[in-house]
């Protein structure tokens, strides 16, 4: 199975600022990586999927990069709803594995 | 867009099964996989298994082998998670999803159904 990581755990910003977080993969998956936002209690979201793609409605401030075994989720300016946990997925093979989360906490 | 709906919550007995439902509604049901998801109370999102309707390919994670199975009716447009043997690890709000055909991301959610494994 391919392992997922990221960093950090968590973090906490300030309104306004730009925020990254990284997932790695245990092997090359091209650019099979989508990012979720989870709110507490709520089904995750799809942000950002083949590494780069904005889904459709989400706010323009999300953005991710990356290929092969290296990926980002940027927040180029935190809103107060960006409130979340936020998920990243590689979906190049099954079982499709998840990263174990980024909590995202306003300062 | 896709939307799915699924059955309420559920309190089950340690070593009895659960079966849990995922009504699909717009979109062509058979044409597209549905995964089922968990979450186990302050933990992570874990993949389980998918299943692609109109050729009845099932996948499954090996954590769950032997212990799930995930059907689905194209006559009603449901799709089903059964897991069975359960225990106490195994309270969790359970998800299904729509894998998109293009790009495998999963890209319209259920509301979630909870699942209390407890004596």
């Known amino acids: 199975d391919i392992q997922m990581t990221q960093s950090p755990s968590s973090l906490s910003a300030s309104i306004g600022d730009r925020v990254t977080i990284t997932c790695r993969a245990s092997?090359?998956?091209?650019?099979?990586l989508n990012w979720y936002q989870q709110k507490p209690g709520k089904a995750p979201k799809l942000l950002i999927y083949?590494?780069?793609s904005l889904q459709s409605g989400v706010p323009s401030r999300f953005s991710g990069t990356g290929s092969g075994t290296d990926f980002t989720l940027t927040i180029s300016s935190l809103q107060p709803e960006d409130l979340a946990t936020y998920y990243c997925?590689?979906?190049?093979?099954?079982?499709?594995?998840f990263g174990p989360g980024t909590k995202v906490e306003i300062k | 867009q896709v939307q799915l709906l699924q059955s309420g919550a559920e309190v089950k007995q340690p070593g009895s099964s659960v079966k849990v439902s995922c009504k699909a509604s717009?979109?062509?049901?058979?044409?597209?996989?549905i995964t089922w998801v968990r979450q186990a109370p302050g933990q992570g999102l874990e993949w389980m298994g998918s299943?692609?309707?109109?050729?009845?390919?099932?996948n499954y994670a090996q954590n769950f082998q032997g212990r799930v199975t995930i059907t689905a009716d194209k006559s009603t447009s449901t799709a089903y998670m059964e897991l069975s043997s359960l225990r106490s690890e195994d309270t969790a709000v359970y998800y299904c999803?729509?894998?998109?055909?293009?790009?495998?991301?999963?890209?319209?959610w259920g509301q979630g159904t909870l699942v209390t494994v407890s004596s």
């Open positions: 999803a729509r894998e998109r055909v293009y790009d495998s991301s999963l890209s319209d």
């Open positions: 717009g979109g062509t049901f058979s044409s597209y996989t």
């Open positions: 299943i692609l309707p109109i050729v009845d390919i099932r």
């Open positions: 092997q090359t998956i091209s650019r099979s």
């Open positions: 083949a590494a780069s």
């Open positions: 997925q590689q979906s190049n093979s099954n079982p499709q594995t």
